[in-house]
């Protein structure tokens, strides 16, 4: 069973001068439940060699492990899946190379895309950007800032788990998931913050607040 409460998404480029596995191996203190590995201003090597070092962690720590838009990567690193976008493998396609027990994750925004993403095959779904984020500059205006009440529209929609992503902080993390959403991803909440462990468990207890 995968812990959706507390989702890293990774990204050194946004962790205040410290290194990615420093981060992560702070948020598995802090009782995060899934691990992204994202860096998306690094090669497919350096991705490669961290995720190496990632996959270690977490599979010591059994937090679940998933690679940001890479099935080849996922696939070299023995990763648990991948999360896949709009410009992605098809989520058919990624289950036909990751094989049926991978955990294959789709972002989307509305309702229409959240079901076709159920129907799909996808195990989960990454909902948002659900309150403004600095951390993303080339996305829609109908796919910015979507708001408690699309989540609340996307959780009657699909029966399979999703995070909110996008702006999430432990402050309202209760409300995101008081609408529906089973856990939040989130990336400079834990990366930024001055003790990445007290973070996440702050966000823990938001979303056991919220529920």
């Not at 990774?10 to 590995?37: F, H, K, Y």
């Not at 962690?57 to 838009?69: I, Y």
């Not at 309202?172 to 089973?182: C, S, T």
């Amino acid at each position: 069973m995968v812990d959706w409460d507390v989702y890293l998404v990774t990204q050194a480029s946004l962790s205040a001068g410290r290194t990615t596995d420093e981060i992560v191996a702070d948020a598995i203190d802090g009782g995060v439940g899934v691990v992204q590995l994202r860096e998306k201003d690094r090669t497919a090597r350096e991705r490669y060699e961290l995720g190496r070092e990632l996959r270690d962690l977490t599979r010591e720590a059994d937090v679940a492990f998933v690679v940001n838009d890479r099935v080849d990567i996922a696939q070299a690193l023995d990763a648990d899946g991948v999360h896949l976008g709009d410009d992605d493998l098809p989520v058919p396609v990624a289950r036909d190379l990751l094989g049926e027990d991978a955990l294959i994750g789709r972002s989307v925004s509305t309702v229409e895309d959240a079901r076709e993403a159920a129907a799909a095959g996808a195990d989960y779904l990454g909902v948002g950007a659900v309150f403004a984020t600095g951390s993303k500059d080339d996305i829609d205006d109908d796919e910015y800032a979507i708001g408690t009440e699309r989540v609340a529209a996307i959780a009657e929609a699909v029966d399979i788990p999703f995070v909110a992503i996008g702006g999430i902080t432990a402050d309202n993390a209760v409300e995101v998931v008081r609408a529906g959403a089973d856990g939040v991803a989130v990336i400079t909440a834990i990366t930024q913050a001055d003790d990445p462990t007290a973070a996440t468990d702050a966000l823990h207890s938001a979303v056991e607040q919220g529920r």
